[in-house]
């Protein structure tokens, strides 16, 4: 998961790692990303299914996520969720983060 609040237009990086009860990555049935921009419009991306979320290796998966803002607003959240899904459809285990995205305003001086 990212560590600093991204600027508006930029694509940060989210991250999550699965592993089973003894330490040994897994990689569940289903995939899903579930993204609520600060507009509050809900877009869910499952694994496989488009390009947005990416395997990168057993258990390890990513999304870059372009953030944006509407025009006036200095800063708002991302609400960000991953669920993973055994082959009968139970939830095996989600990862959530919430990401404050941040504008740069000119400085003006008069």
Not at 27 to 46: A, G, I
Not at 60 to 70: A, G, W
Request: hydrophobic share 40%.
């Amino acid at each position: 998961m990212p560590n600093a609040a991204p600027l508006a237009g930029s694509r940060p990086r989210i991250s999550v790692f699965f592993r089973d009860l003894t330490n040994v990555a897994v990689d569940p049935t289903t995939l899903n990303f579930r993204v609520t921009n600060p507009e509050k419009t809900e877009v869910v991306y499952v694994y496989g299914v488009g390009t947005e979320v990416v395997r990168d290796s057993a258990g390890h998966y990513h999304v870059d996520l372009p953030v944006t803002l509407p025009q006036g607003w200095g800063n708002g959240n991302y609400q960000c969720r991953f669920e993973a899904f055994d082959a009968h459809g139970d939830a095996l285990a989600a990862a959530e983060v919430v990401l404050e995205v941040n504008t740069r305003y000119p400085t003006r001086w008069s």
